[in-house]
């Protein structure tokens, strides 16, 4: 069997990393290798599982305290020795505490029960829009699967109710209880009831759609509103709509990363609008009125007489709109003079008689420029 990697590198960040970074590391990769997203690639199928196995460590405070104590073998579940780690206690660590509450009773005979409500697992999926759509929010329908509660048996898993019955060898507290002689004295044992699986129930006659599961794999069409101003790689999330949870637990939610297209004309700087507009020497020289694309459509705009390229000027307002906050960035429009090529003999005759009647007085930039080289190199 291959040797795990180390869980901090596998979702890229350091040991020192906080709890945010962690859940922000890990959707991040888990995107990447959603099977959504690499349909019938095995390697990315596994990296997936990987990112999820070490998230599941990493976002536990119990778990990661003994995985950085212990390594691997600090959340293996076959874990024996050596993991005390200074006396520090096992509660709420998952399947690492029962193993220890197995041996030792629980630390003082208190236990951990495995058949309470139990949370549904979090989804996550991906959902590519326009630029227009991600400035002014959008509706989207996506297409999920998901666990959902049998809507034969309600997530009883039997035929009938007076199916469920209470465990007779544990008396549905899904685990039994021994005392074991050692040299040490008598030592108090709890182990997961063989008979109930652990949950406390025994089901006589199990529901026939879900196999007394209590739950079956369900594909659904969810809309989601993403809303105005949303930025590329920022996610949504949708309460309860993630998979079932189990005894009464609640249902997990649903993560929806935003992925936004390039813009021919547009780019993006936080919630303002950046654009270049080409425009000609004649225009820029001479002053024009121009139409500018912004997202609300083309607008006017009067360049004055003399604009230099590279000049920027700004439509208040005309950006996107702040996410969750009224109010709007602004459209910075940056101006490109256009040096013509392909000039014909005409052009070129009148370029040449407009340089000669310059008489230096328009080009103040460049005669400075060449001044400062002279005294630079002393000629």
Not at 54 to 78: T, W
Not at 146 to 159: L, N
Not at 316 to 330: F, H, N, T
Request: proline fraction near 5%; hydrophobic fraction near 30%.
């Amino acid at each position: 069997m291959a040797e795990k990697r180390d869980y901090y590198e596998v979702l890229g960040v350091d040991k020192s990393a906080s709890d945010d970074e962690i859940k922000k590391a890990y959707r991040r990769q888990a995107k990447k290798y959603h099977p959504d997203l690499n349909p019938g690639n095995k390697e990315a199928e596994a990296k997936f599982k990987e990112v999820g196995e070490a998230y599941e460590v990493l976002s536990d405070p119990q778990k990661r305290s003994n995985y950085d104590q212990f390594g691997h073998a600090g959340v293996d579940p076959n874990f024996g020795a050596g993991g005390f780690g200074g006396g520090a206690g096992f509660g709420g660590f998952g399947d690492l505490g029962d193993i220890f509450g197995d041996i030792f009773g629980g630390f003082g005979g208190q236990s951990r029960r495995r058949n309470g409500p139990q949370r549904g697992r979090d989804l996550e999926t991906a959902v590519t829009i326009t630029f227009e759509e991600a400035a002014f929010g959008v509706e989207e329908d996506l297409r999920i699967n998901r666990t959902e509660a049998c809507p034969d048996c309600h997530g009883s898993g039997a035929q009938r109710p007076e199916d469920v019955q209470t465990c007779p060898v544990c008396n549905g507290t899904g685990q039994v209880h021994s005392v074991q002689r050692t040299i040490l004295g008598n030592m108090q044992t709890v182990t997961t009831c063989t008979n109930c699986g652990g949950s406390g129930k025994i089901i006589k006659n199990p529901c026939a759609k879900c196999g007394g599961k209590g739950s079956i794999r369900k594909q659904r069409n969810i809309k989601v509103h993403i809303p105005a101003g949303i930025d590329n790689g920022q996610t949504v999330s949708l309460r309860g709509e993630g998979d079932a949870g189990q005894r009464g637990g609640p249902n997990g939610d649903l993560f929806v990363t935003v992925t936004v297209r390039p813009h021919p004309l547009f780019r993006r700087n936080g919630f303002d609008v950046l654009c270049d507009v080409p425009v000609t020497f004649t225009q820029a020289a001479l002053g024009a009125e121009m139409e500018v694309p912004t997202l609300d459509g083309k607008v006017k705009y009067t360049i004055p007489e003399g604009t230099q390229s590279g000049t920027v000027f700004r439509l208040k307002g005309k950006g996107i709109p702040q996410l969750k906050r009224s109010g709007r960035g602004d459209q910075y429009v940056k101006v490109a003079v256009e040096v013509p090529t392909h000039l014909s003999a005409k052009q070129k005759e009148l370029l040449k008689e407009f340089a000669s009647l310059d008489e230096g007085k328009n080009h103040e930039k460049q005669n400075s420029f060449f001044d400062a080289v002279k005294k630079m190199f002393g000629k």
